[in-house]
């Protein structure tokens, strides 16, 4: 067993966990079976609502189905990649990198201002996710909230080009069996704007934060090969991959 690998699903459980209890009182909710951790968020949409298998051998899907069933939402499952599983569609692979703390370098952009992002910003937020990643405002504000509420968990970023809002992201802090540890994810930039400088700047100021703040490993999961350069450029490299499967009910 590769363990860079099996430390990155851990980080990766970990900060999904915290995402279940973000939304504690909102829908959210976290749990343990036999081979899986469970997280709900409470969103209509099977991306936010899912458990990270630790060992598809002990995994009974009746139970997850149980589980699920009165949270009434849709769902899913992230396995290790090429485990054996037998279970629902499987829906894509989700890569993930890791780097270590250490010192973060970003490419400087003329205008960029990057600043942590509270409430009161939460409409902009919501407004650059939905343009960057083709989604509804309102149920990206819906999950960019629990964030910005939670600043001894989470960190959103806001970044400015000359004023306006360009580009955002966000790290959730964890430190359970995994350790102190940092979840980079949601780096978002709007089509106008210089996309690979913007994404690695924003994406460096959130780590540097993150490290500073006591993180000792750093998890992302780019989403296409000019976020794989990104990452790599700020030092992440790969440490496996998860098999993501929905309708199992």
């Known amino acids: 067993m590769d363990p860079r690998a099996l430390l990155a699903r851990t980080v990766h459980a970990d ?13 959210g909710a976290t749990g343990v079976a036999p081979g899986v951790r469970l997280m709900a968020s409470g969103l209509p949409h099977p991306q936010w609502n899912n458990g990270d298998v630790t060992d598809p051998a002990l995994v009974d899907v009746a139970a997850l189905c149980a589980w699920y069933e009165p949270l009434a939402v849709p769902w899913g499952v992230r396995v290790p990649a ?3 599983w037998t279970h629902g569609t499987f829906l894509f692979r989700k890569h993930l990198v890791l780097r270590d703390a250490g010192p973060v370098e970003a490419p400087a952009v003329a205008g960029l201002r990057v600043r942590a992002a509270g ?4 409409a902009a937020v919501a407004a650059v996710d939905a343009v960057a990643f083709a989604g509804d405002p309102g149920l990206e504000a819906a999950w960019i909230a629990p ?5 001894h968990a989470a960190t959103v970023a806001l970044a400015t080009l000359d004023g306006t809002p360009v580009a955002t992201g966000s790290v959730l802090r964890t430190d359970r069996q995994a350790g102190p540890a940092a979840y980079l994810s949601g780096v978002a930039v709007l089509p106008d704007a210089p996309a690979a400088p913007v994404w690695t700047a924003l994406a460096a100021w959130l780590l540097g934060r993150a490290f500073a703040a006591g993180a000792r490993v750093a998890l992302a999961h780019p989403d296409d090969a000019e976020e794989s350069a990104s990452l790599e450029a700020l030092g992440f490299t790969s440490a496996g991959a998860l098999d993501v499967y929905v309708d199992l009910a």
């Open 82 to 84: 090429g485990a054996p």
């Open 147 to 151: 964030h910005l509420h939670a600043p």
């Open 119 to 122: 409430p009161e910003d939460l």
């Open 15 to 27: 900060a999904w966990e915290q995402h279940g209890l973000l939304r504690t009182g909102r829908g």
